[in-house]
């Protein structure tokens, strides 16, 4: 009876190290080629990874497009893959990337803008890379309720109510009363690299209100500025609201509708009228990591594709909003968070209106990195200074290929349809550029294959020598 007692013993110890890569931590040496990094070909189900780090910490900030995270990790896709996650809040982008480039952090919840500008040497110089985008939309610029009342009777109505999008010619007035009165008009945003920060811009700029340009000898971005733009921490957006530090900010949800719950502030335009379905953040880390732990990266952006389909399903959303609504997550009120992850959107209080693209985590390729998403932030970068030198076409493509890595996306996606959660039809067909898009608020054509020739499009902005 003992040595069979023993015998059994000794095949589940066999069994558990087995599933285990042999032990503790994994050794493998395979590479994210899908023919070397899994066994067998069965449908339904994961098909492991052998991964080289299996404990990784991640981190994020208090926004609700951090969701894939939450997800992954509350749902048990990381752990499917053989990863056992530890997610962080930090207490600001520029803490959250710094973190990153030591590794403290494996990888994080980034602004899109924030992989590219650390590779081309804005701020802080250091390879990152991305192979996940996050979500599309997600923000909104708010401002006070007194400006909100000035601009208001420059807003066409119907029905007693404000046609949306609104776009800054509302708000044109308001900042020429203010500069005749020798006042500044501060407006806040939250990273030089942010989405915020062009998305504001482009809104302004549109209108023919200059948001000021980034020099050499000066990065504050205020120079030759109508309005002076300044960071500010989301979390904080609404009490600077509040306080009359600014007059209006471009921050990612809850931060917008918590205003209005506040009743501090109204929220004019979201970024999907600025442009619509664009990207908003994406899953960052360092070039070297993924060197260094191909199948590891394999294997997260398998997990993150799992739970931006997952959000994107509606009977999800209230699950969604219960989980990060948590501390640990947002930590905002159920009833703020669902505002707007439900598919609605609050202006002025109680003017709430269907937008049911205002957070996308999935449809419409959502998870796809496209060469094009990051050559856009390129030409901002450029058309407000923070690109201080002419560059060519064949520079835009160059530099976007050694940060966006669709390659990892798609062998990711394709071991999910082996496995059956994803189906072929949810892989674009793509050379890694979306179609020339209309799509802005000013309806001006970006082609992410003409960067050049778009650069030089805007009346406010930097240009360029032509190729």
């Not at 000035?150 to 010619?169: E, L, R």
């Not at 709430?352 to 796809?368: C, E, G, I, L, Q």
Request: glycine content about 10%; proline content about 6%; some cysteine.
């Amino acid at each position: 009876m003992k040595r069979l007692l023993l015998g059994t013993c000794t095949l589940c110890l066999l069994i558990g190290l087995y599933a285990c890569g042999g032990g503790g931590t994994s050794t493998a040496t395979a590479s994210t080629n899908t023919a070397d990094s899994v066994s067998g070909t069965k449908t339904g189900g994961t098909i492991p990874l052998e991964v080289e780090k299996s404990e990784l910490k991640f981190g994020f900030i208090k926004l609700t497009d951090m969701a894939p995270l939450a997800i992954a990790k509350e749902l048990g896709f990381f752990e499917e893959e053989g990863l056992y996650v530890t997610i962080e809040a930090q207490a600001n982008w520029k803490i959250l990337l710094d973190r990153v480039i030591n590794g403290e952090l494996d990888g994080s919840h980034m602004l899109a803008g924030q992989p590219i500008g650390a590779t081309i040497g804005f701020g802080t110089q250091a390879e990152i890379q991305t192979p996940y985008s996050m979500d599309l939309n997600g923000n909104g610029i708010t401002v006070s309720n007194e400006i909100w009342k000035k601009m208001k009777s420059n807003v066409p109505m119907k029905d007693g109510k404000p046609i949306h999008p609104i776009t800054a010619d509302a708000l044109k007035p308001v900042v020429e009363e203010y500069k005749s009165a020798g006042k500044d008009f501060n407006m806040g945003m939250v990273f030089p690299v942010s989405t915020h920060n062009y998305e504001i811009r482009y809104w302004l700029a549109a209108a023919g209100i200059k948001p000021g340009f980034y020099t050499k000898d000066d990065i504050t971005g205020q120079q030759d500025a109508d309005v002076l733009l300044s960071v500010t921490p989301p979390p904080q957006m609404p009490a600077t609201l509040e306080a009359g530090t600014i007059y209006g900010y471009c921050v990612g949800e809850p931060w917008n509708q918590q205003a209005v719950f506040k009743g501090i502030g109204v929220p004019v335009t979201t970024n999907y009228d600025i442009w619509k379905n664009n990207p908003e953040k994406v899953f960052g880390m360092t070039k070297k990591f993924i060197k260094e732990n191909p199948n590891t990266a394999l294997a997260i952006t398998k997990a993150l594709i799992r739970a931006g389909k997952w959000l994107d399903k509606k009977e999800n959303r209230s699950k969604a909003v219960a989980i990060l609504s948590k501390p640990e997550y947002v930590g905002a009120d159920e009833a703020v968070i669902a505002n707007s992850m439900t598919g609605t959107f609050e202006f002025e209080k109680g003017d709430k209106r269907s937008m049911p693209d205002f957070n996308v985590f999935f449809r419409y390729n959502a998870t796809y990195p496209y060469y094009s998403d990051g050559i856009w932030f390129l030409t901002q970068m450029r058309r407000w200074g923070q690109i201080t030198e002419p560059k060519k076409d064949q520079w835009y493509h160059e530099t976007i290929k050694n940060i966006y890595r669709p390659d990892i996306w798609m062998q990711a996606a394709k071991l999910l349809v082996k496995e059956g959660y994803l189906s072929e039809n949810e892989i674009p067909k793509t050379d890694g550029y979306k179609p020339a898009t209309k799509d802005f608020i000013d309806g001006n054509e970006y082609d992410g294959k003409n960067p050049v020739g778009y650069l030089n499009s805007f009346k406010i902005g930097l240009k360029d020598p032509a190729n």
